[in-house]
């Protein structure tokens, strides 16, 4: 038996009868915090380069993924090896200049193509045509969150639609490096904190109102019209 199934055999041993209480009482919405707390210690490890450690943090993400499976599969949805299937037809779906007879030479065209690919799946399963802006986990720290916004500006030819003073943003940059940025971030986090201001809702609202911005402006231009 692999160490997979054995992990299995043990959560569904401790969600069964004569398990432990805790973990029969839990469902997907009471696991979400612990889903949360264990990718951030995974994140601390990854950035700290402890691979020791990393590997124990891994196996912690692991516990979650599989109870929200056994979860799933005690109430008739589906199972682990149901999600496995899937994310690996997804990956090899996706992939065509690996599995299939095409050949891709950058990481750019592979994540064009990946959206391309992406954005054909939706439209064949019923989705509505892609938005200007893709939609982002709604979990998503708002520095990512923001980050993302401004890449899909920038690839999409959208940066002066934002109203963002591009030239200052160059600026800045020009003299970032990771512990400059760093610091930066902190020092606005101290200074939000000082003043009893939310800086992870701010930036989220001002990167949010800021793609709603550039959508309008989109559809009202000739070119949509």
């Given at each position: 038996m692999s160490a997979i199934d054995e992990l299995r055999q043990t959560i569904a041993r401790l969600r069964g009868r004569g398990g432990c209480p805790w973990d029969q009482e839990q469902t997907h919405q009471s696991?979400?915090?612990?889903?949360?707390?264990?990718?951030?210690?995974?994140?601390?490890?990854?950035?700290?380069?402890?691979?020791?450690?990393?590997?124990?943090?891994l196996g912690d993400v692991l516990i979650q993924v599989i109870f929200h499976a056994q979860l799933a599969q005690e109430a008739g949805?589906?199972?682990?090896?149901?999600?496995?299937?899937?994310v690996n037809e997804k990956l090899i779906r996706r992939?065509?200049?690996?599995?299939?007879g095409g050949k891709l030479e950058t990481s750019e065209q592979v994540l064009?193509?990946?959206?391309q690919i992406k954005a054909g799946e939706k439209r064949g399963q019923g989705g509505a045509e892609p938005a200007v802006f893709k939609d982002q986990p709604?979990?998503?720290?708002?520095?990512?969150?923001a980050e993302a916004a401004w890449k899909q500006m920038g690839k999409k030819?959208?940066?002066?639609?934002?109203?963002?003073?591009?030239?200052?943003?160059?600026?800045?940059?020009?003299?970032?490096?990771?512990?400059?940025?760093?610091?930066?971030l902190f020092e606005i986090a101290a200074?939000?904190?000082?003043?009893d201001l939310d800086p992870e809702g701010s930036l989220r609202r001002h990167a949010d109102g800021?793609?709603?911005?550039?959508?309008?402006?989109?559809?009202?231009s000739p070119a949509n019209a």
């Open positions: 696991l979400a915090r612990c889903l949360i707390d264990e990718c951030s210690e995974l994140l601390d490890t990854i950035d700290r380069l402890d691979l020791p450690h990393m590997r124990e943090e949805h589906f199972d682990l090896e149901e999600v496995a299937r899937e992939h065509p200049h690996v599995f299939g064009t193509q990946w959206e709604p979990r998503l720290p708002a520095l990512m969150y030819g959208l940066v002066a639609e934002s109203g963002v003073d591009a030239e200052r943003v160059a600026r800045l940059a020009a003299d970032l490096d990771p512990e400059s940025l760093g610091r930066m200074a939000a904190q000082s003043r800021l793609m709603r911005h550039v959508e309008r402006r989109v559809q009202k």
